[in-house]
């Protein structure tokens, strides 16, 4: 009987090793499909997210990837092309409608301000060998004269300007240097104008940048007297966006030179854009058509 059981064994075994072999095959068949569809759809998705971040990161990069590896831009145009004339004419028409100024020309105390543009009325032939109003003026640089409103206790000034790609130091960062130069010139205004020549030098300017100052934009330095004594005057100011964001703060210290009666007061007046005495001073004036000839 044993014996009997025991064929009978031995005669299934084939068959079942058969049967177990043919299903392991099978599970481990469907195993491995499962993975290599896993993979592919993975792979597909990462795909489909890279190209995606890949597009809207090159429409709209944001500021560390500019600072790393900044975008590309074509040199300054020629001052003279037509292109370059309409987009100096677009971007004046643009400072005029921009909210910041518009709501400082109607707010409460805005009869307590007069509006200027300084070097606007100088003749080309002086303007030529200016920093700021000759060699840095033209589209892709400082393509409009600044437009200043000013106390008319000449204490404290709001400067509007639009600096372009051309002033830049890192590509699309305005170079630190050129903001200086701005913040010494905005800051000489008040302080030359309450001093007793109204002459007066830079004895020290400090400045401390808060953040990055991006190209091909408008920026406001605001100036405030802090302590005019004698020959001396202490001015402090800042460089904001439009959003009232501090980019650079600065404080500075104006000297009367010893020789300033030798100097002709009356042509650095006119630079910078203050009105004769005894002059009825508008607390809103449009300026004239903007020359764009360098």
């Not at 759809?41 to 500021?63: E, N, Q």
């Not at 606007?120 to 200016?130: F, H, K, T, Y």
């Not at 005019?228 to 009232?244: A, I, Q």
């Not at 910078?272 to 809103?284: F, H, R, W």
Request: charged share 20%.
């Amino acid at each position: 009987m044993f014996s009997a059981l025991a064929r009978r064994h031995a005669a299934r075994t084939p068959r079942l090793a058969a049967r177990l072999s043919t299903s392991s095959g099978s599970t481990s068949s469907a195993s491995s499909s499962g993975q290599v569809f896993r993979y592919l759809r993975m792979a597909s998705l990462a795909s489909g997210i890279a190209a995606t971040s890949y597009t809207v990161g090159s429409l709209y990069p944001p500021a560390l990837a500019t600072f790393i590896s900044p975008r590309s831009a074509p040199p300054p145009p020629d001052p003279n092309e037509p292109s370059s004339i309409a987009y100096v004419e677009a971007l004046e028409e643009s400072l005029h409608n921009l909210p910041l100024l518009k709501n400082h020309r109607t707010s409460e105390d805005a009869h307590e301000w007069y509006e200027t543009r300084p070097y606007i009325s100088i003749p080309e032939e002086r303007r030529a060998n200016n920093l700021t109003a000759g060699a840095l003026r033209g589209p892709g640089k400082l393509a409009l004269p600044p437009l200043v409103r000013a106390k008319k206790d000449e204490s404290e000034n709001w400067l509007f300007l639009h600096v372009g790609r051309g002033l830049c130091g890192h590509d699309g960062i305005v170079h630190g240097g050129l903001l200086a130069t701005l913040l010494d010139e905005s800051l000489a205004r008040v302080a030359i104008l309450n001093l007793p020549d109204k002459i007066g030098v830079t004895a020290n300017l400090t400045l401390n940048y808060r953040a990055p100052t991006h190209a091909d934009q408008f920026i406001v330095i605001k100036t405030k007297l802090v302590e005019s004594k004698g020959r001396k005057t202490k001015v402090t100011g800042t460089v904001e966006d439009l959003e009232g964001n501090v980019l650079v703060e600065a404080s500075a210290l104006f000297v009367q030179p010893r020789y300033s009666k030798l100097l002709n007061t009356k042509q650095i007046k006119e630079v910078m854009g203050v009105p004769p005495e005894g002059a009825a001073v508008a607390p809103i004036a449009i300026p004239p058509a903007i020359s764009v000839k360098a």
